[in-house]
């Protein structure tokens, strides 16, 4: 009878085990990480995990120490050969990363892949960044990351609020090919940064996305600021390429020289999103002074940034 209590106890921790090893519990966390989307591998690193990516996405330029990471290619066009070549046991995506099927022959080869939510919004932010250190188990520590990064977001998107009397009548260019240009609408990342600073973009409810828009189109709203991407960051992008469009030329914005270029990796919508938000405002200040950005200017200290003083750590 006590060999049979025995067993049955050994028999009842055996299976407890396996329940708790089926859950995950006491799975080791993962070593080698691949990161497709240009804000993972942000958070990855704000969260020190660095160490364990062994590839990341050609979205994946920020911090520059990520390019020297294997490049697995654009992640709309993924290539299982490549990523498996890496030996991955976890790969952190968006919901952009396609296609489907790459996804599912990764997936019967037993990778963990775990889809990250991306919405272009500071809850969104705070979400995604508490999901990449979840899936890293590293939670507590992306808990006091998005916390931080929500929290300066929020001084400086307030200050601006503030500060600025009248929204700022803004585009954002992506390329332009014989006055048709392409032009950011809602949902996408542009728009949403502009949002966040407190501009006004005509075309956010024209456009959905990213969708292509004539001359006639931009000189209808003729907008007092261009923002597009800087030299190199796209094909037929950049101030110079889009002055020399005739279109372009003819608007308010290009006749003052209120045309700016920006990094890609503002757009990335990650931590590093008040950094983006700050360094955007100082572009606006060094073309377009008015009385709110008089404003602007006095509180600017230096090389600090203009409003918050702030730690460094597809559009």
Do not use: C
Not at 26 to 31: C, S, T
Request: avoid cysteine.
């Amino acid at each position: 009878m006590r060999r049979k209590l025995m067993q049955r106890g050994w028999q009842g921790s055996l299976l407890l085990i396996l329940i708790l090893f089926s859950h995950g519990s006491l799975a080791e966390p993962a070593k080698r990480v691949i990161s497709i989307d240009g804000s993972i591998t942000e958070i990855i690193y704000a969260l020190d995990q660095q160490h364990r990516l062994v590839g990341r996405d050609a979205t994946s330029t920020w911090p520059e120490a990520a390019q020297d990471l294997p490049d697995i290619g654009y992640m709309r066009q993924l290539s299982a050969e490549g990523i498996l070549s890496l030996r991955p046991d976890l790969i952190l995506v968006t919901a952009d990363a396609q296609p489907q099927s790459v996804l599912d022959q990764l997936q019967r080869a037993r990778i963990d892949i775990q889809v990250i939510p991306n919405a272009y919004t500071l809850e969104g932010v705070e979400e995604k960044i508490i999901q990449v250190a979840r899936a890293l188990s590293v939670e507590e520590r992306g808990i006091a990351l998005a916390h931080e990064t929500t929290e300066q977001t929020r001084l400086l998107t307030n200050s601006l609020q503030q500060l600025q009397q009248t929204p700022l009548n803004a585009v954002f260019i992506m390329s332009v090919r014989n006055s048709n240009m392409m032009v950011a609408g809602r949902g996408s990342r542009a728009d949403a940064l502009m949002q966040l600073a407190g501009i006004h973009n005509p075309f956010s409810d024209k456009v959905v996305n990213y969708q292509n828009v004539s001359g006639e189109a931009l000189m209808e709203v003729n907008p007092d600021l261009i923002i597009t991407l800087q030299e190199l960051a796209m094909p037929n992008s950049g101030v110079e390429r889009l002055l020399q469009d005739p279109a372009i030329s003819r608007t308010e914005a290009a006749q003052k020289g209120q045309v700016i270029g920006i990094q890609a990796r503002w757009l990335n919508f990650g931590p590093d999103l008040p950094v983006s938000l700050d360094a955007l405002v100082k572009q606006l200040n060094s073309v377009k002074p008015s009385r709110s950005n008089d404003q602007l200017n006095a509180n600017q200290q230096d090389d600090k940034p203009t409003l918050v003083s702030v730690n460094q750590g597809d559009f």
